[in-house]
């Protein structure tokens, strides 16, 4: 196999990971921590399965990890209602759209899968076995897993979903439904990590992700205690300001924005088709004044990339490379002013070409806003994929469930490019118990 694929480099697991799936034809569940590479390992398997000529679809729990993988949410694939499932009597509303994609299905990927519930996982197994017409797990299709079982976790929201998970799988995860034991699945762990180059700095957080806490994790991370103003100071303006809650960063945020001087820009989102702004990371409403500090929340060439944080300054005139006059925002960004273009949101769903034999992807609607957003605050969940080279975190308030600190944690590149607004203490580095002995079967042990 080749040392790089699509300009991307493969290690030794990232090629064990891929020889399983291709020529072994297992499936498998994909794991690691932050910046390892899970999400480059799903561009460049559909690669590969696209060359191969396999049939392939990419599924994921939440909207915006579906737009990340170019896939779609498997509520949204499926037809599923919105709550607890039960995998005996779901109705599957979409069976006749995509009863001829599932019958010729060759490999279903599932994205964030730490954030895929036991009676979701289980239903969709359900879901494929009754339109194939099988009894074998997944009806027969392989199956790839892709997450980290220490970062966000599956939402329950109330006690009536609590109860009816305990009772019917005992627990929320999806390795606790019986689709996961029965389907067999080889695990290959992602350990080269991408986004820190410090070794010191990736052992404490590999303690902290796994739910340790001795004594010179816990020197080492609150050593970066320190006030906002002085790690301003200290780092400059263009940090990420994380907190637990949407409440303090819609207060931090309206806060700032108001203290600046001068006009307000506004510019509501282009909305087209089925596309759902609650679904992408962009603004539905993006406000901004000149001297707002805003985050880039999109790729931009090679040298302007999601995380990136700078100062709004206005609204400018330019032509792109048709010769064609377009508007975009003036940021000031490490020590220059770059401007940022509108960009496109585009929403997909899978269609059988009757024709051709084969599965494609048809538009189902697009979103058109300028991608950046206030960034004096940040939300964990929203930060969940990205890096950061500077981040403020914000501890002081929130409740912080088992991965949610951790998540934020691995978001930044280096030990010394973060602060922390409070002590961190053993109860922001809890793991769920089951995730933690599942892992353990996993590898072996734990040490």
């Not at 806060?255 to 909305?271: H, M, T, Y």
Request: aromatic letters at 10%; one cysteine or more; a negative charge.
């Amino acid at each position: 196999m080749d040392n790089k694929i699509l300009n991307y480099e493969m290690n030794d697991a990232f090629k064990k990971a891929l020889h399983l799936v291709l020529d072994e034809h297992q499936n498998v569940f994909i794991t690691g921590s932050g910046g390892v590479g899970k999400s480059v390992f799903q561009e460049v398997l559909t690669h590969l399965l696209d060359k191969e000529g396999k049939s392939h679809i990419s599924l994921a729990p939440t909207g915006v990890a579906a737009l990340r993988i170019k896939g779609a949410t498997i509520h949204r694939f499926f037809g599923f209602p919105i709550g607890p499932l039960d995998p005996e009597s779901v109705k599957i509303k979409k069976w006749n759209e995509i009863e001829e994609i599932v019958r010729n299905l060759d490999v279903l990927i599932l994205d964030e899968v730490s954030m895929i519930r036991s009676d979701l996982f289980q239903t969709v197994s359900s879901a494929l076995r009754q339109i194939r017409g099988s009894r074998e797990p997944f009806g027969g299709v392989q199956v790839v897993l892709l997450g980290d079982l220490f970062q966000l976790g599956p939402i329950v929201t109330d006690k009536t979903e609590k109860d009816f998970l305990m009772y019917k799988f005992g627990g929320f995860n999806f390795f606790q439904s019986p689709a996961y034991r029965e389907a067999q699945f080889e695990f290959v762990e992602f350990e080269k990590c991408y986004r820190q180059q410090d070794q010191e700095f990736k052992d404490h957080l590999n303690k902290i992700r796994l739910g340790f806490f001795p004594d010179e994790t816990q020197e080492y991370m609150n050593s970066r205690i320190i006030s906002l103003d002085k790690y301003s100071e200290e780092v400059g303006h263009d940090y990420v300001y994380l907190v637990s809650n949407n409440k303090l960063r819609d207060q931090i945020n309206a806060e700032k924005l108001s203290s600046l001087p001068g006009p307000v820009f506004r510019n509501w989102a282009k909305i087209s088709g089925q596309a759902n702004i609650r679904e992408s990371m962009l603004e539905e409403e993006l406000i901004l004044k000149s001297g707002a500090t805003v985050m880039v929340l999109r790729n931009i060439g090679e040298d302007i990339v999601n995380g990136h944080v700078g100062i709004f300054e206005d609204v400018v005139e330019y032509r792109n490379d048709d010769g064609e006059e377009k508007e975009a925002l003036k940021i000031f960004l490490e020590g220059n002013d770059v401007l940022i273009p509108m960009v496109e949101d585009i929403f997909y769903e899978y269609t059988w070409n009757k024709e051709d034999k084969k599965i494609e992807q048809k538009e189902l609607g697009r979103i058109a806003q300028y991608p950046l957003t206030l960034s004096w605050a940040r939300t964990i969940h929203k930060s969940q994929s990205a890096t950061f080279p500077k981040v403020y975190l914000d501890l002081s308030e929130g409740f912080f469930p088992a991965g949610l600190v951790y998540t934020a944690l691995s978001r930044v590149v280096s030990h010394g490019n973060l602060g922390l607004s409070k002590p961190l203490s053993e109860r922001h580095v809890k793991v769920d118990d089951d995730i933690f002995h599942f892992y353990g079967k996993l590898i072996g042990e734990i040490e």
